[in-house]
């Protein structure tokens, strides 16, 4: 199993340097690359089974002729539950990329982009098996490195470019954050190895302290608020795919790292812990989807969704930790297992509307909403597939987003078992801000799906065919595939993740009667059956289509034109917009943004413009931009370029170095 595992690290690896190799055979190269890719994909789901199925942890070590930095790695649960993930993003993504790829080679070369996502994928892997210090901080830097040169990639706009090196600058921030949480645990142990600090038990303070750190770090990297404003600016400058991957994966390999800081190395609880990430989680979900119904740049959209969905994350995972410090490690179980379902199906239905997303984007060559409209006779097939996205992010039945978060409220439902009144007030008032964060997803994807694909076109599409590529089509069925099958069938998925929670909090949870029924805690309490559901949506829809066509079939009916209030043929213009359509939610949440309308009038047209920028960037990083400005320019004058004066700055500076010794 060893050599299998390092075979997978090594032909992800690999597609980088034939990608170098390959360049003066651009068809051979891109086929060979993907079909690694896809393969190496493939791979990692098989040993991220086996280890799940065998609960057999594996790990390698590679000795370094430097002291204390050997290169080791362990592949166990927790870390095998992630590579799957990984694995099947990474196999849409492989039949994905090839056809999407083709208005691209035409402007920039795309061994630049198969060099760096090979490093991408590959860097991620290594974090999930890194077990030192060592190695994870060189994978992680590994991964926001090779991330930011695919950001990047379309460097020819001047915004993409800014919103690379905010990403890196943020990617910067989150590693000396993490680094500064290791480096406590490294001076309390003065060891790197993670099985050193996992036999260790730390105390309060330096639990605390590194806690916070690390989650605050890893919470920076996963786009949570006020840590976000990196997110919305980077996923909509990279190519589809490579948002697929950021969003789908490396924002859960973020969250891989918290759960392994909090439940692996430290693994005493602190309640203070819980609070937090559930504070931080509900304020994310709600501040990511009422900015995400705002947008009309749908991957800006859908990045601000992201943000949404991992603050649903870091809430689930607030309730196990509040649960488990507590004692009640059935309900930390729970909560757990909640988080880790939804990760698998953000994973999931964030990567089928990045597709679906890219190809839109392909076809009407944009990203603009309002120029959108009857794409559903356009791209019959991406708009189904991207219904099935809709509806799973939106979390309902039968599809896998209503599981998670369904989990998500059997959790909080048990506060009263909690003897602080406290808790059992804050995890209500959590619970519902996140129903209503469900509520306004829903919403946020009508406006997005009736936007686009319904009505009649905005405006002249010139697009070509590639939308309808076999391999784009079939990347985009197998995710919405799978959307449905953890809806329906979500207990083949719970034996692997009751591994998990075994490993973590010494628990199994979510006892089935059958693999048809889910029971999280006592079928006293809450059970629900999704085949059965999914039946009775079936029949009602028959039903009620028969019912339709018996009473209504043979009834006469008599076209006639609507009345058109003297404006003649209605057009276009006279649909709903992007904008028209959340104007009563911006009424009602204004204050969560800074609102910008400019109206025009010249002789009878009348122009209308609505800017909205998000208000943590106007509040915090606007402000912190400035004084940033204001102190470089402020030293730019130290720079005079006079040698004599950099002599005087380099004395003075070993006088108070001396001083400070002394």
Known sequence: MNLILLFVIASIFSTSLLALTLQRLPRVQKTIVFTLTGISGVLAVCVGLITLLTQQNISYEISSTFPNLAWQFMLDPLSSFFLIIIGIVVISMAFYAPGYICTHEKQHSPTTMYFFTGLFIGSMCLVLLAHDLFTFMFSWELMSVSSYFLVIYNHEHAANRRAALIYLLMAQASGLLILFAFSILVNFTNSMSFDVWHSIKFSPGVANLAFFLAFFGFGMKAGVVPLHIWLPKAHPAAPSHISALMSGVMLKVSVYGLLRFAFYLLRDIHWQWGVVALFVGTISALFGILCALMQNDLKKLLAYSSVENIGIIFSAIGLSLIFASTGHNLLAALGLIAAL???????????????????????????????????????????????????????????????????????????????????????????????????????????????????????????????????????????????????????????????????????????????????????????????????????????????????????????????????????????????????????????????????????YSVNYSLQVDDLIRQRIYLPLERFSFTLARFFARLQGGNVRVYLTYMFITLILLLWIIA
């Not at 405006?459 to 809806?487: E, P």
């Not at 069938?489 to 010494?506: D, E, R, Y």
């Not at 059958?514 to 999280?520: A, E, F, S």
Request: glycine residues 8%; hydrophobic residues 45%.
């Open 341 to 603: 379902y939804h990760c698998l199906n953000h994973a999931l239905f964030k990567s089928l509307l990045f597709f679906g997303a890219g190809a839109i984007s392909q076809y009407t060559h944009g990203q603009d909403l309002e120029c959108m409209g009857g794409l559903i006779k356009k791209m019959p097939y991406t708009s189904w597939c991207f219904l099935i996205g809709c509806i799973s992010i939106s979390a309902l039945p039968p599809f896998n987003g209503f599981i998670s978060e369904w989990l998500f409220f059997q959790t909080a439902l048990q506060a009263p078992i909690l003897k602080s009144e406290i808790m059992r007030t804050l995890i209500p008032v959590a619970a519902a801000l996140i129903a209503l964060t469900t509520a306004l997803a829903a919403t946020c994807f009508v406006k997005v799906y009736g936007i686009a694909f319904l009505g009649q076109p905005r405006s002249q599409y010139t697009g070509q065919t590639y939308g309808s590529q076999l391999s784009m089509k079939f990347a985009m069925g197998f995710l919405a595939l799978l959307c449905l099958f953890f809806g329906i069938f979500p207990t083949f998925a719970f034996s692997a993740l009751n591994v998990i929670s075994h490993q973590l909090i010494g628990i199994k949870l979510l006892h089935t009667q059958n693999w048809l029924w889910l029971i999280p805690i006592s079928d006293k309490t809450s059970s629900y059956n999704p085949l059965w559901v999914s039946v009775g949506i079936i029949f009602i829809g028959f039903i009620s289509y028969y019912l339709l066509r018996v009473y209504y079939g043979n009834t006469k009916t008599r076209e006639i034109k609507p009345w058109d209030c003297g404006y003649g043929a209605i057009n276009q213009r006279m649909q709903y917009s992007a904008t028209a359509f959340t104007m009563p939610l911006r009424r009602v949440f204004h204050n969560f943004w800074s609102l910008h309308e400019k109206l025009e009038t010249t002789g």
